[in-house]
């Protein structure tokens, strides 16, 4: 595992959990987060440690990127829009926050000669697939959402910059994260409806899409596994586990722990949540399987810890 590791959105729900296994490893870590939906308390017990600095910046200062980029060994660029609607009423959010910065970090990375990069995609580039589950070679691909959009160009600018500039890239293709900390989501969403109105829950679309989930505890164990198993130039691996939970379902498990049993849940209507929810969606994952790697909790399980660890904070 390389030693001087930079994290984009290291305080954010996936890279605060990062930046806690480094530190365990001993990596000196420096996060470049602009707080947009990143929280300092996440990683607050780094923070005075001599291992770890915090640049507390934008990812569209190429200027202070570029000084700030200088003598580390890898690149985990978690940093993005969180929100896929948001994108949808804010049409150039995804392109500025996913795929200049994208740009932006590959840039000074040549420009400092940092040589790999591990970066965070997502299911959302397969669009609807006709093949589910779905695997990595799967195409044409066809994205329905600006957030997928951008993403599939950001993976696009990483191989070919690791072509061109002799790099290496780990490209993860992640299902739905689940975990403590989260800061947006179904599970999220659902909680914060519930505190305002425990009589009611309302849920976008008919509660029957359909999708995998993963703990992000599983997720950190992936990601780092594969840096030490994968080899290639270019890596590209979904990252998720072999089965699904329905909203319905999610909503049932939340109401129960929440001991809200008179809760009604009521539907919006249609077959998705919002323009460009993928309804139906399930990671073909033997990819991984097969070089050693599987994931201990399913999708349940994943739901049901975060759950209790999200009511827990």
Request: glycine fraction near 8%; hydrophobic fraction near 40%; charge should be neutral.
């Amino acid at each position: 595992m390389p030693k001087r590791v930079f994290i984009t959105g290291g305080a954010g729900f996936i890279g605060s959990h990062l930046v806690d296994r480094l530190a365990d490893e001993g990596c000196q870590i420096t996060v470049y987060d602009n707080l947009s939906s990143g929280k300092e308390k996440f990683i607050a017990r780094h923070t005075s440690k001599s291992y770890f600095k915090l640049i507390k910046a934008d990812l569209l200062d190429l200027d202070n990127l570029k000084s700030a980029i200088k003598n580390h060994d890898i690149v985990f660029h978690l940093a993005a829009n969180p929100d896929i609607r948001y994108g949808i009423s804010h049409t150039d959010t995804d392109l500025k926050q996913n795929t200049i910065v994208t740009y932006n970090v590959l840039e000074t990375m040549r420009l400092a000669g940092v040589k790999q990069i591990a970066f965070s995609s997502t299911s959302t580039i397969y669009g609807e697939p006709s093949l589910m589950p779905t695997p990595e070679d799967y195409g044409p691909l066809y994205p329905i959402s600006l957030y997928g959009a951008s993403k599939l160009a950001c993976e696009a600018l990483t191989t070919s910059f690791c072509h061109t500039f002799d790099m290496k890239c780990w490209i993860y293709r992640f299902a739905n994260i689940v975990g403590g900390r989260g800061t947006h989501g179904i599970i999220y969403d659902f909680i914060n409806k519930l505190k305002k109105n425990p009589k009611e829950l309302e849920i976008l679309g008919d509660g029957k899409q359909t999708k995998s989930y993963l703990l992000v505890d599983d997720c950190i164990d992936a990601m780092l596994f594969l840096m030490n198993n994968a080899t290639e130039q270019f890596n590209v691996y979904n990252l998720g586990c072999d089965d699904r939970i329905s909203i319905r379902e999610i909503a049932e498990l939340l109401i129960e722990n929440m001991e809200l049993a008179g809760a009604n849940i009521k539907y919006t209507g249609g077959s998705r949540g919002w323009p460009g929810d993928v309804p139906q969606m399930s990671l073909d994952v033997k990819k991984i399987n097969k070089l050693g790697f599987k994931a201990k909790y399913s999708s349940k399980q994943a739901i049901v810890v975060a759950i209790n660890r999200m009511l827990g904070e």
